[in-house]
């Protein structure tokens, strides 16, 4: 009756930006996301016998999700458990910044609720389930390169290639502010409003089968070169969106300006931008270092945070204080 | 054989971004601006006897210019004077940075050549020809809201409305560099990489409809809110563009979060970008003094300029210097 589990999170190299139907969270078109080591999710869970509801904490301040408790839902459900959920959450970054904390945090509590109700699920599964909680969840099952794919109402996250060849990425963190439009809300205000949306989603087609060619041919500027293609293209989605939902600040503009710099200056590194104003910088991991000390010549240094591939999720002992506490 | 001529830049409240054909400047979409007082071109034309080449000074500076060139070839072909010219232009507002210098630099030269060789052409052909020079140039031939109309190869401006009904611009200079990319080199890009180049000029077709109905009811939100969206289209399909086009810099990001907080203020204001970083907001003239001490908390004085409508080419005398010097 008890779990606990950690999820990464993830930035996606071919976005998701819209949903073909709200409710299943099933996307307009498929993504490719490389899973993060340094930005995770903790959490633990336990079914309980004296709640009324379901509790949440997260980062130890209670929070009022419904979400959260129609997502413990789906477990109830699949495994006959009738009883309220203690939920306690730990991110180990600022929560909806464009960090993509909904990805980490759905993923984590997927793996927790896996183990609490015994249900013992497959990560296919796993994934697909996480997916109803968070879109971008799905992928943060799995680590390395991940692919969301979707067939009819089938839809999951598949590891396409473990990222093990010297690539990282450098999140440069411009905002710790909540956004003031929702990704959720975002994606319906551009599906319906862009006039362009329909090319978008026919060009995320052809972006994430060329990125898939390159990743497995490890052509890493191939890869780049989509990366950061496809988040423009994006962003242009929400600019052509009424209203206009534009994340960017100033300073994301200089950071996209010093990322052009490195690349005349030999130093091939490609950024990609979420519904957020922080900018992700794919590059080699032998890079990376070099490649923030040119950041912290503008920036803070706690504002640059590096990371390698991450895993995907993993089960967690349950401390001593959460099983007698 | 001589002949000065002053035409005013101007705003386009729906853009002009691509050609449907490079030789002839002939948009792939039809535009509306604003002609602007505050900014002009004045251009004084003579063609000489003692030349062997046309000779070409902006701001008192000799200038290396094909385009001049072949212009004033049009002027020579349709005369049958067989003289080179030299071409004296000023401009009261710097050049190339978003500002559009073209549009009122090839309507004034138009202007003058069409005194120095005696063709005295209606407006209607002059705007046509001032085109070939500069696409927008053919909108600078008229005052007030000038519609750019395109009927197979027949291709001019037609003012629309005065404007004489308390509106007015201003233009916030951010930059007075000159574009990295032109707007001809950019308009290019756009069309040929563009995955929403097609989108954008069936959506241009509909705004210059509606904006034209919201123009001649004065209804002057409608008509704002139908030109920032089209500035945000235009932005959307260069940031589409491979490679892409941003001419924003931080502050533009600025400026638009400003012009956002009036409107909530209840001043109601409409930003427009042209391919530049510089922002042009449409307001009532009424409170341009209003907006502009906003907008001077933030930035310098000199680096914000309010025009009232301008109105078409005007002939102007040829100073005893001009005349003999």
Known sequence: MKGKARAHSNIALIKYWGKSDEELNLPTSGSLSLTLDALYTDTYVSFEDNLNDDVFYLNNVLQNNTRVSRFIDIFRKLSGINKFALVKSTNNFPTASGLASSASGFAALAGALNVATGLNLGKKELSSIARRG????????????????????????????????????????LSQKEKAISSREGMKISKSTSPFYSKWVETSKSDLKNIKEAILKRDFEVMGDITERNSFLMHAIMISSNPVLLYW???????????????????????TID?????NILCRLSQANLIKSHLCKT???????????????????????????
Chains 1, 2 share one sequence.
């Open 299 to 325: 920036f803070n240094e706690e504002s640059i945070i590096i990371s390698k591939p991450g895993s995907g999720i993993k089960t967690l002992n349950i401390s001593k204080d959460e099983l007698y506490g």
């Open 134 to 173: 968070s879109g971008s969840a799905a992928r943060s099952i799995y680590g390395g390169f991940v692919e969301w794919i979707t067939k009819g109402k089938e839809s999951y996250g598949k590891m396409l290639d473990d990222a093990n060849w010297d690539i990282g990425m450098i999140i440069v963190v």
């Open 249 to 271: 600040e100033p300073d994301t503009l200089n950071v996209i300006q010093m990322v052009k710099e490195l690349r005349k200056d030999g130093i091939m590194c490609y950024l």
């Open 275 to 279: 519904a957020g104003a922080n900018v």
